[in-house]
């Protein structure tokens, strides 16, 4: 498993040529591409602020399926790519993937650009929307990738057109190797009120046993979220909820103990990148919208009901920063809480935020500041 550097050429050209796909396939007419960053803007704050306000079928309005494909989708490809070279998702030929609220086949395409070698191997990928139009926009959008770096591919997509209840956990249709949710369940928890811990905790035991209904016995389940104080809240609670169905969190946690963000109010798991490496095009047009994208952040959890065989090691979670008397740190999550790595500028620099690390020293007491284990790095 690598660790989540900074996308490899071969990714990142993959993905410059992404972005210059959707630009060609879904060409903004003149008269309407001043107000682009205007309706950006406004699906934005829907998305995120004024989750209440959001009509349930936004995506089926032209004007903010535009924002999305040229917006929200390359930015979601970005950082799924940043994950996906990361991860084992262990797929293979005859397997197939369900993604729930794929929107414009966001996973699928983020798959095909961050896993070229899966792209030879037979799949099939179904991507169940509310929004029939972003099913269509992402087929498009997917068919355009493909047909410009076909390998022989034998990915058959199938686009289901389906609202998806997470109450509705007894699931009748074909079992799959990997189930995903790709920014689909702060669609239903992102209107409560932070504080109401409870219904977050309800809504987290209702995807977690959907999800689990819908993979197979040896499959693996894939949630990621945006990466804000309550979708890390959230994703923790996932992980409690998964491992009460019996399955195991393999990725980000190294361990089944206690996730140390469990009912922590300041602190919540995510994973942060900066975005320099993106096109040009993409950067003035976030800027426009007044959306600049220097940090790309996001919570995941990957679970499976098989054992995690990473139980001595520690995840990279932070930046670094700096410590008093010249020196750095970074946070990482293991099986004894969280922990503050610590040492000199360029070792703690060199660790890649989302990185596995071996532990080899004892700890050194606990940060009177974090209440976090002490690691030197030496
Ligand atoms: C923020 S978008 C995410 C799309 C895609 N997964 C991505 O990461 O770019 C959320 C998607 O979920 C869909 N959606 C929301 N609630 C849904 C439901 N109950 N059933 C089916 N689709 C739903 C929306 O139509 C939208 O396409």
Known sequence: MRSFEILPQEIRNNFFYACALIKENFPVPGRFRSALPSQIAELSGLLTNNKGERPLSYLTRPNFLSAYMHYFLPWNIYRLCILLQSINLSLSAGNSVTDLGSGPLTFASALW????DLRSVPLEINCIDRSAPALEAGNKFFNALRSSTDTGSTWKINLIRDDVDIRRISYKGNLSSLVCAVNFFNEIYGSLPHSNTEKLKHIADNAARLMVSMALKNGSVLTVEPG????GRFVSLL???FMRT?????SPCTHT?????SGNKKRWCHFAYESFDTPNELQLLSAAADLPKERLVFSYLLTAAKKNNTQNKLRIISDAFKLPQNRFGRYGCCSAGLVLLAGERKRI???FCGSLVTMTSDFK???GKSGALIMEVT
């Open 113 to 116: 650009i961050a896993r070229p």
């Open 228 to 231: 804000v104080p309550q979708s």
């Open 239 to 241: 992980r409690t909820a």
């Open 349 to 351: 620099e060199d660790i």
């Open 257 to 261: 103990s206690v996730c140390p963000f």
């Open 246 to 250: 019996g399955m195991q969190p393999l």
């Open 365 to 367: 007491g606990r940060d």
